[in-house]
């Protein structure tokens, strides 16, 4: 009689914990925003004059077969550079421009939330030739 008594009272118990986690998990979906998130966003200077760049410049980005041209983000001020758009991933970045040295970063990850991945910034130097 008791295990009866125990379990009665315990079943309740398991199932409001267990509704529990699945509201927890809907709560987050549904605080998440509808707009699209950069994974990367890339600032370009002058390693001499410490000046942005941007007419000219070029921002890849690869990870593994994967391979974007990053977009130069109207009006942003400084001028960024944004891409990777909802897509984590192990990225490196190629900055290229004509009369600088082109700057090849190290490999890093772009991770993501419940929601969208979390940017990564940066700001790179290419040096005059």
């Not at 983000?73 to 001028?79: A, K, N, T, V």
């Amino acid at each position: 009689m008791k295990k009866l008594i125990l379990i009665l009272f315990c079943f309740p118990l398991l199932m409001a914990a267990t509704c529990e986690d699945e509201d927890d998990t809907r709560f987050l979906d549904d605080n998440c925003t509808d707009e699209v998130v950069a994974g990367l966003n890339v600032k370009v200077k002058d390693f001499s004059t410490g000046a942005y760049l941007s007419d000219g410049v070029s921002v890849t980005a690869q990870d593994g077969d994967y391979s974007e041209v990053l977009d130069l983000i109207p009006s942003s001020e400084p001028p960024t550079f944004s891409g990777a758009w909802e897509r984590p991933g192990t990225y490196t970045i190629i900055v290229q421009k004509s009369g600088y040295g082109t700057f090849q970063s190290n490999a890093f990850p772009v991770t993501q939330n419940p929601c969208h991945v979390n940017p990564r910034d940066f700001t790179f130097e290419l040096t005059p030739l």
